[in-house]
């Protein structure tokens, strides 16, 4: 570290410091400074109860309406750089001052603010904003002043070094602030292409999900290293860490690895897609998401089913939807052998063809399957056309239609009917030993004469 450097830089700024200070001028600078800031502070209030900036810009471009809004929160701002440089030009033409250097340094400090927040309104992240405004304003103060070779220098003379790597603080910073700005381009960049994406009709859903995951983390590459390019810092001495980092990924995040090589296998073949009704194992659902570790299926009674994405490529998966969204549904029921089963099949397919959401491409069926103990099996086969509706909300309409239509033709269902018979008589009872009445209990009588 070259503390020599550091120190006499720190040496040369309070030198200058201490030379302004001592000057007699510089408080007649701070007066305008002050005075003109209180009045920038009461006039930027005024104009911001008085003026409805919302309604004055209805029907404006976005961007003008943009520029408005941020040209009025920061008009305390203006008024202070308007104010501070009439003041210094007022003072240098009277010959009080010479050139005025305070108050010029404030004027371009707070245009220089005005700037940095004009550009920084188009980000949306509130925290980026701060970064971006503070770390930009900072290296433009130093500018304005003169000091930022001199700042520079001092933080570069400090480092670390790791292998051939030296880091500074110089580094540090610079690879901060460019990151940051690199993700707020990277996320906006990546909502653009999204949103293109997913306005093309020739994608299927799967296909764009897994185009837009391609496209962001591709992004978020390519970002991080054009930063570490553009901070100096040397991608070739991370070769030895890159190594480490993939021994690591290969035995420590195994499962992570397989999740995300299963999803990008789940998104390339179709065999899966948001929207479908899937059964894995006991999970009944419908996709909603489809992420790059699991994915989300909701079940219909407010859960979520996060489902590893391994699961979906090694176990069996029953996609109801795969090539169509049609449903066969089959509802089993019985009659006792009074009805007449020819009756008993016509009300089963009328009922189920006047069901609402029962496919009209295929006629209903019904069958009779069983002569049992109890009564005739029959079994009724039915479409359901969509699956939003969901297929046990039909098969319960078609039940509660049968048993409605079986009442009204008074057709029967048989249900089990137990009888006990009693063949030897009367059950022995056996004798119970005579025992003793307890005697009553004595009773007290007085007599009043």
């Known amino acids: 570290m070259d503390w020599d450097n550091l120190r006499d830089s720190l040496n040369r700024t309070m030198q200058s410091i201490g030379e302004e200070i001592t000057s007699s001028w510089f408080y007649m600078q701070f007066g305008a400074i002050l005075i003109a800031a209180g009045i920038s502070l009461a006039l930027g209030s005024s104009l911001r109860t008085r003026v409805d900036i919302t309604s004055l810009t209805m029907g404006w471009p976005a961007p003008l309406r943009l520029f408005a809004r941020t040209m009025m929160q920061r008009a305390?701002?203006?008024?202070?750089?308007?104010?501070?440089?009439?003041?210094?030009?007022?003072?240098?033409?009277?010959?009080?001052?010479?050139?005025?250097?305070?108050?010029?340094?404030?004027?371009?400090?707070?245009?220089?603010?005005?700037?940095?927040?004009?550009?920084?309104?188009?980000?949306?992240?509130?925290?980026?904003?701060?970064?971006?405004s503070i770390a930009a304003w900072a290296v433009a103060a130093?500018?304005?002043?003169?000091?930022?070779?001199?700042?520079?220098s001092a933080l570069d003379s400090i480092s670390i070094s790791l292998g051939t790597l030296r880091l500074t603080p110089l580094i540090l910073v610079k690879a901060v602030v460019m990151l940051a700005i690199a993700m707020w381009?990277?996320?906006?960049?990546?909502?653009?292409?999204?949103?293109?994406?997913a306005r093309s009709h020739d994608l299927t859903?799967?296909?764009?999900?897994?185009?837009?995951?391609?496209v962001r983390v591709a992004l978020v590459i390519a970002a991080i290293a054009i930063v570490m390019s553009a901070a100096g810092i040397d991608l070739s001495a991370f070769a030895l860490f890159s190594g480490a980092i993939g021994v690591g990924l290969g035995f420590g995040l195994q499962k992570i690895i397989a999740n995300f090589i299963s999803g990008?296998?789940?998104?390339?073949?179709?065999?899966?897609k948001p929207g479908d009704l899937v059964t894995i194992g006991d999970?009944?659902?419908?996709?909603?998401?489809?992420?790059?570790?699991?994915?989300?299926?909701?079940?219909?009674?407010?859960?979520?089913?996060?489902?590893?994405?391994?699961?979906?490529?090694t176990q069996r998966v029953i996609n109801w939807t795969y090539t169509d969204r049609t449903m066969l549904v089959?509802?089993?029921?019985?009659?006792?052998?009074?009805?007449?089963?020819?009756r008993v099949c016509e009300l089963a397919v009328e009922i189920a063809r006047n069901t609402q959401n029962v496919a009209t491409f295929k006629a209903p069926n019904c069958l009779l399957t069983e002569f049992a103990e109890t009564g005739?099996?029959?079994?009724?086969?039915?479409?359901?056309?969509?699956?939003?509706?969901?297929?046990?909300?039909?098969?319960?309409?078609?039940?509660?239609?049968?048993?409605?239509?079986?009442?009204?033709?008074?057709?029967?269902?048989?249900?089990?009917?137990?009888?006990?018979?009693?063949?030897?008589?009367?059950?022995?009872?056996e004798a119970v030993p005579d025992t003793p009445a307890e005697p009553p209990a004595p009773t007290t009588r007085t007599d009043r004469h």
């Open 76 to 132: 305390g701002t203006i008024i202070f750089a308007l104010l501070a440089e009439i003041a210094r030009v007022v003072l240098v033409k009277t010959e009080l001052l010479h050139r005025g250097y305070i108050l010029s340094t404030a004027v371009n400090l707070a245009t220089a603010w005005l700037i940095i927040r004009l550009a920084t309104s188009l980000i949306r992240n509130e925290f980026v904003v701060r970064v971006v």
């Open 264 to 272: 990008v296998i789940l998104l390339a073949d179709k065999s899966v």
């Open 376 to 429: 005739m099996k029959f079994a009724l086969t039915f479409w359901v056309a969509d699956l939003d509706v969901g297929m046990d909300n039909v098969r319960s309409n078609v039940m509660q239609g049968l048993w409605t239509a079986f009442k009204k033709e008074n057709i029967r269902v048989p249900y089990p009917v137990r009888e006990l018979r009693v063949r030897s008589g009367a059950l022995p009872v």
């Open 283 to 313: 999970s009944t659902g419908k996709i909603s998401a489809m992420n790059t570790r699991y994915i989300s299926v909701a079940a219909g009674d407010g859960r979520e089913i996060l489902i590893p994405n391994e699961d979906l490529v």
């Open 142 to 152: 130093l500018s304005i002043i003169g000091r930022l070779d001199d700042v520079s």
């Open 185 to 197: 381009l990277v996320s906006a960049a990546g909502n653009f292409i999204e949103s293109r994406i």
């Open 330 to 342: 089959k509802v089993i029921f019985a009659t006792n052998y009074e009805a007449d089963p020819n």
């Open 205 to 214: 859903p799967s296909v764009q999900v897994l185009l837009i995951k391609l």
